[in-house]
């Protein structure tokens, strides 16, 4: 199994403002995700972290808005940037294990803006 | 496209059985993952199919058919600590990345 650790925790933000989220894996992974899920829904990837590439995002998430960074198999980070009250969310960092039968997920940053 | 139905809440009573059903239509498929996830927490793992029929793990139980494009989880001898939402997810399977497709959840809630 892999253990995340996802920084920080949660975080009260001014509007127009930028946040990173840092996310560390114990062990190198291939792949790896971040997911957004809003109040009392369900999640929804954003984009999957490349390590030596760019991001590839999903529809409706850009990389102006969400830039990502992956500098070696075992750490990664998303900004949410220029920030506005719809960003509030819970974000989630995912990896799946080397047999890819199991995906594990960071604690989350509870993110409000304000 | 990408389609996942679950039922958005349930209830059920303390040591009785519950049943939560997952339909989907996806672009690819090379798995379905049911997560728990309870309240102000990240999804715990629950289980993974990746060939027709059932899969038992203690109190927890889960089954797919690829031809319906239908999964259900079964959840036994229910406690309270089971109160918690339910998210099933299709790996997809169209491109390389793995990356998981999350229905909307469904939220159970067990009752004395």
């Known amino acids: 199994s892999a253990v995340i650790s996802q920084k920080p925790s949660r975080d009260i933000c001014q509007r127009g403002t930028s946040l990173t989220i840092q996310c560390q894996v114990d062990?190198?992974?291939?792949?790896m995700f971040w997911y957004r899920q809003q109040p009392g829904q369900s999640l929804t990837l954003i984009a999957t972290?490349?390590?030596?590439?760019?991001?590839?995002?999903e529809s409706g998430f850009v990389i102006d808005k969400f830039p990502i960074s992956r500098p070696n198999l075992t750490f990664s980070t998303l900004t949410v940037s220029n920030m506005s009250p719809e960003d509030s969310s819970i974000y989630l960092c995912s990896v799946l294990d080397s047999l890819n039968t199991e995906a594990f997920f960071g604690q989350g940053t509870r993110l409000t803006v304000v | 496209g990408q389609n996942i139905d679950q039922p958005t809440e349930m209830t059920a009573t303390e040591g009785a059985i519950v049943q939560i059903n997952c339909t989907y239509q996806?672009?690819?498929?090379?798995?379905l993952f049911w997560y728990q996830q309870h309240a102000g927490e990240a999804p715990t793992f629950l289980s993974y199919n990746v060939l027709d029929g059932l899969e038992e793990k203690g109190r927890f139980s889960s089954f797919l058919s690829r031809s319906k494009g239908y999964s259900y989880l079964l959840l036994k001898e229910l406690q309270m600590k089971d109160s918690a939402s339910y998210l099933c997810a299709v790996r997809d399977g169209s491109s390389n990345t793995g990356k998981l497709i999350f229905g909307q959840g469904t939220t159970l809630q067990v009752k004395p």
């Open positions: 996806t672009s690819g498929f090379n798995g």
């Open positions: 972290a490349n390590q030596g590439s760019e991001a590839t995002y």
């Open positions: 062990s190198q992974v291939t792949m």
